[in-house]
């Protein structure tokens, strides 16, 4: 992996100064055969092979840990989307959530992802039925997130779905609004979503995928800005792209030797090394701390949306000489109630939603973990939905929306849900309704860049 023991020593510095880790290791699992006409059979089946195929899933990555020093943060484990299996079985969907929970437990992981629907064209057996429990399944249970896919480049936007995504996510946080409405941040919209993403909330295992599978996705904002901070002031852009590029190079590595040897002891395929740069609340892991050193006053200003391409352009071109492996969403993300320098641009009044929604349109995946005001109406909610999935299906990009009704608080108060989901205040909405658009339903259609054939 290293020449010398120079690269040695650095990663170390990466490591222990610089908030370097491997931010999850992620097990997708194949439930295809565990579909079963009787909803109680396929739950035990479920059960069963989680447990069996994620058993060493936690103890793997702590050796790993052991050996090498490089923190996982993060174990987790996505699923076949669980719309598939209830339109076989029929039944409350919800049954399979707890049983996702009940599984996550035993073996120790942080989240499980996969109870999802991809209805992009249209709903299909299961879909509808799984989105509508969607709300009480993430209120019950603790580890389990939940997608739903509502368009693609290739199929246009599903507007009926945008529609009961929007009262879905008001659900949701109305659910568990003694829990930080914590169920609104387990769950995400996506338009061109892929098979093979590790983190969550939008994480599943894709029916192209193997049996199972291990995937990383890596971090490291900190060590970014830090050599950042070293060049000079005046360093012209393109140097600054080149040292961006040179560090995703090093960061990758790191995952691509995790994940390898993750993968070799657990007897699984290696999947993928998702070059995501994640922030985390922490002091010294922020992507917008990034935009900054690159010559922003602040995340939010003008300015900060080119400088955002080209941090998200220099890593996936740092990434893909590293690995051979590079899949999931790979670039730089942007939760807001994850990243202290978007928090505090936030607080500021110079990130504003319109802002980050144009920023979505040259990094990764979209709207992230921002907190909307508790009395949004779910046509709003909707509608928010609909500008991001339209600019994924546009630039045939992923593109999501995870977005948090704060029950009971107003623009400017802030709500903290703990831990890597952080914490964030309460972003103004634009006031006149889209209730009238989003009542149309119907489907937008696919562009004529989907005609690539």
Known sequence: MYNDIGDILETISMIRDKNLDVRTTTMGISLLDCADSDIDRSCEKIYEKICRKAEHLVETGEKITGKYGIPIVNKRVSVTPIAMLAGVSGGDPVKYARTLDRAAHTVGIDFIGGYSALVQKGFSAGDRELIESIPQA??????VCSSVNIGSTKAGINMDAVALMGRQIQKAALLTKD???MGAAKLVVFCNAVEDNPFMAGAFHGVGEADSVLSVGVSGPGVVRSVLHDLPDDAPLNEVAETIKKTAFKITRVGQLVGSEAAAALGVPFGIVDLSLAPTPAIGDSVARILEEIGLEQCGTHGTTAALAMLNDA??????????????LSGAFIPVSEDEGMIAAARSGNLVLEKLEAMTAVCSVGLDMIVIPGDTTPETISAIIADEAAIGMVNSKTTAVRVIPAIGLKSGEELNFGGLLGYGPVMDLKNPSPAKMIRRGGRIPAPLQSLKN
Do not use: D, F, H, R
């Open 138 to 143: 993430l209120a019950e249970t603790q580890l």
């Open 179 to 181: 829990n930080q409405c």
């Open 315 to 328: 890593v996936k071109k740092g990434g893909v000489m590293a690995s051979s492996s590079v899949g999931g």
